[in-house]
T-cell receptor, first 111, second 119 residues
Framework: KNEVEQSPQNLTAQEGEFITINCSYS?????LHWLQQHPGGGIVSLFM???GKKKHGRLIATINIQEKHSSLHITASHPRDSAVYIC?????????????FGKGTHLIIQP | GAGVSQSPRYKVAKRGQDVALRCDPI?????LFWYQQALGQGPEFLTY????????KSGLPSDRFFAERPEGSVSTLKIQRTQQEDSAVYLC?????????????????FGPGTRLTVT
């Protein structure tokens, strides 16, 4: 089973700062998802990556397949970005049909 | 359009009670997943349906957990004789396509979850 590690576990920053959240995994994958979870449980899919880089508004996600590593960046952070950010992977070897999730990074952006 | 809905949103059960958690996926979505999320942890896979067929139940923690999707749309996760360790948020997700496509080419759309507290 893939082991998904995220860092940092907790991050507090000031509004406007550039934010980086990291995700590493242990075995080959078919795809990697970045998810956002707000208090109350709702999860929103931000990105799905299998290579390279994707950008959506102030959010940028990159993946390095050889290094087994992905990063999520937030530019010009805002208090509304405060949430838990979760990295999840799809094993390329089959295994369970669902995603394997990291524990999440709890981000707080202070005004 | 409507997203994935789950009910109830909150459930408090006494230890030993049976509970049933409902998931209404997005209409037409082939794949349906159940996940369990303990406090402070990432979600953990429980089971997967492709239409009405339960193709993977490897994540169900014990035989007290049972899931069904009899008509390939609404799904119910049932937990018998609940224990305190069952306390968690139970998340449902659906996706347009089946199996590999469900998580490599298409997004999974998550419901708001059911927070189960067993006292």
């Amino acid at each position: 089973k893939n082991e998904v590690e995220q860092s940092p576990q907790n991050l507090t920053a000031q509004e406007g700062e550039f934010i980086t959240i990291n995700c590493s995994y242990s075995v080959g994958i078919s795809a990697l998802h970045w998810l956002q979870q707000h208090p109350g449980g709702g999860i929103v899919s931000l990105f799905m990556l299998s290579s390279g880089k994707k950008k959506h508004g102030r959010l940028i996600a990159t993946i390095n397949i050889q290094e087994k590593h992905s990063s999520l960046h937030i530019t010009a952070s805002h208090p509304r970005d405060s949430a838990v950010y979760i990295c999840a992977v799809v094993d390329s070897g089959g295994g369970a049909d669902g995603l394997t999730f990291g524990k999440g990074t709890h981000l707080i952006i202070q005004p | 359009g409507a997203g994935v809905s789950q009910s109830p949103r909150y459930k408090v059960a006494k230890r030993g009670q049976d509970v049933a958690l409902r998931c209404d996926p997005i209409s037409g979505h082939v794949s349906l997943f159940w996940y369990q999320q303990a406090l402070g942890q990432g979600p953990e896979f429980l089971t997967y349906f492709q239409n009405e067929a339960q193709l993977d139940k490897s994540g169900l923690p014990s035989d007290r957990f049972f899931a069904e999707r009899p008509e390939g749309s609404v799904s119910t996760l049932k937990i018998q004789r609940t224990q305190q360790e069952d306390s968690a948020v139970y998340l449902c997700a659906s996706s347009l396509q089946g199996r590999l496509q469900a998580w490599t080419k298409y997004e999974q759309y998550f419901g708001p979850g059911t927070r189960l507290t067993v006292t």
